[in-house]
């Protein structure tokens, strides 16, 4: 039974037993012979966070250490990766939510220095935070390998005191994560537990649902919405996607995703996005009614002021999927206009036009 890409991030990214999809984590290239010739201790969270050994600098200014008292996001991407792109918008907005509290470091993995640096000449204000070149892959190696992680776009959070406090997929906890480690609350410990312990719940929700035990399935989710409020949130989210995707229920779905986005998710465009794109790409009859996959995504829109071409592509397609050909035009062509890079403002030129000429 297909996971769409939003549970697989949840899946993926923290070794649960299915494969990486579209929109998850992607696995990054094999092991570098910095790698296999270096013994070293694994990195967890609480350790003092390894040193930002990159080879040059595209954007911001060059941080040779981290300062004590400031707070540090170091992303891991490559070009070619398509979440870690659809991650950038959002990074973007933390930094300037943060501004000088937070310093944000994207390190390129890409073999091609000259395609990363590019790609982020290109992406303007767009990508507005600090971008480094990892060269020789020795920085992924000390950070990534050692944390035992091996898919990007990854996120380390590294407090005031110079730790690692988190590692994990951007678009799965790093916000609360952020929010409390700026506020100095910041429990590494619990944290890493709870986490740990609501992706067992998820493990064992996802397999009862697959097995028809929806009893079982629903127990899972009541503990993991226990831990804590984010996770009750998270928790509520992972119900909609089960029953949409997995019992494919979808009055039900519809129903749970009505609550979710006039609830627990209304603030939260990431969610939002989500379950907008899920309620369009789930199977099941293409001419189900998708007000709600417009609604969620207009509201995602808002939320991101309009400066995520990911979220605006998706609202337009929800337009045209709806039958309503000049309003997704119109929202496309946004889209478009907000998008940096000649490869992807010609796809989204000839989404464009498509909606513009309809058959």
């Given at each position: 039974?297909?996971?769409?890409?939003?549970?697989?991030i949840v899946v993926a990214t923290h070794a649960l037993p299915?494969?990486?999809?579209?929109?998850?984590?992607?696995?990054?290239?094999?092991?570098?012979?910095?790698?296999?010739?270096?013994?070293?201790e694994p990195l967890r969270p609480g350790d003092p966070a390894?040193?930002?050994t990159v080879d040059s600098w595209f954007k911001g200014e060059?941080?040779?250490?981290?300062?004590?008292?400031?707070?540090?996001?170091?992303?891991?991407?490559?070009?070619?990766?398509?979440?870690?792109?659809?991650?950038?918008?959002?990074?973007?907005?933390?930094?300037?939510?943060?501004?000088?509290?937070?310093?944000?470091?994207?390190?390129?993995?890409?073999?091609?220095?000259?395609?990363?640096?590019?790609?982020?000449?290109?992406?303007?204000?767009?990508?507005?935070?600090?971008?480094?070149?990892?060269?020789?892959?020795?920085?992924?190696?000390?950070?990534?390998?050692?944390?035992?992680?091996?898919?990007?776009?990854?996120?380390?959070?590294?407090?005031?005191?110079?730790?690692?406090?988190?590692?994990?997929?951007?678009?799965?906890?790093?916000?609360?994560?952020?929010?409390?480690?700026?506020?100095?609350?910041?429990?590494?410990?619990?944290?890493?537990?709870?986490?740990?312990?609501?992706?067992?719940?998820?493990?064992?929700?996802?397999?009862?649902?697959?097995?028809?035990?929806?009893?079982?399935?629903?127990?899972?989710?009541?503990?993991?919405?226990?831990?804590?409020?984010?996770?009750?949130?998270?928790?509520?989210?992972?119900?909609?996607?089960?029953?949409?995707?997995?019992?494919?229920?979808?009055?039900?779905?519809?129903?749970?995703?009505?609550?979710?986005?006039?609830?627990?998710?209304?603030?939260?465009?990431?969610?939002?996005?989500?379950?907008?794109?899920?309620?369009?790409?789930?199977?099941?009859?293409?001419?189900?009614?998708?007000?709600?996959?417009?609604?969620?995504?207009?509201?995602?829109?808002?939320?991101?002021?309009?400066?995520?071409?990911?979220?605006?592509?998706?609202?337009?397609?929800?337009?045209?999927?709806?039958?309503?050909?000049?309003?997704?035009?119109?929202?496309?062509?946004?889209?478009?206009?907000?998008?940096?890079?000649?490869?992807?403002?010609?796809?989204?030129?000839?989404?464009?036009?498509?909606?513009?000429?309809?058959?």
């Amino acid at each position: 039974m297909r996971l769409n890409a939003a549970l697989a991030i949840v899946v993926a990214t923290h070794a649960l037993p299915a494969a990486a999809q579209p929109g998850s984590a992607v696995t990054d290239p094999a092991p570098t012979s910095h790698e296999t010739a270096v013994s070293r201790e694994p990195l967890r969270p609480g350790d003092p966070a390894p040193a930002l050994t990159v080879d040059s600098w595209f954007k911001g200014e060059t941080v040779s250490g981290f300062e004590p008292g400031r707070v540090y996001v170091v992303e891991f991407w490559a070009t070619w990766c398509g979440p870690c792109i659809d991650s950038i918008p959002h990074l973007t907005h933390l930094q300037h939510q943060y501004k000088d509290r937070v310093r944000i470091i994207g390190v390129s993995t890409d073999s091609r220095r000259d395609d990363a640096e590019r790609f982020v000449e290109e992406q303007g204000d767009a990508m507005d935070y600090a971008v480094a070149h990892d060269a020789d892959r020795s920085m992924t190696d000390d950070w990534m390998r050692a944390a035992g992680r091996n898919g990007i776009p990854c996120s380390f959070v590294v407090d005031g005191r110079g730790r690692m406090v988190w590692v994990g997929h951007p678009r799965f906890g790093l916000d609360p994560v952020l929010e409390q480690v700026v506020k100095g609350d910041f429990d590494a410990g619990a944290w890493a537990e709870a986490e740990s312990r609501f992706f067992q719940l998820v493990q064992r929700a996802v397999e009862a649902a697959r097995a028809g035990d929806d009893a079982a399935a629903g127990a899972a989710l009541d503990d993991a919405a226990k831990i804590d409020a984010y996770f009750a949130s998270q928790a509520a989210l992972m119900r909609f996607r089960i029953e949409i995707n997995i019992r494919q229920r979808f009055d039900e779905a519809l129903r749970m995703a009505a609550g979710l986005i006039d609830g627990p998710h209304k603030d939260d465009a990431s969610a939002l996005a989500q379950i907008g794109s899920e309620i369009m790409d789930a199977p099941g009859p293409s001419s189900r009614d998708l007000s709600l996959a417009v609604r969620a995504l207009e509201r995602a829109v808002e939320l991101e002021r309009g400066r995520d071409p990911g979220t605006l592509a998706r609202l337009a397609r929800a337009h045209w999927r709806s039958g309503d050909a000049a309003r997704a035009a119109e929202v496309q062509q946004r889209a478009l206009d907000a998008t940096r890079g000649e490869r992807r403002r010609a796809q989204a030129r000839n989404v464009l036009e498509q909606y513009q000429s309809p058959k």
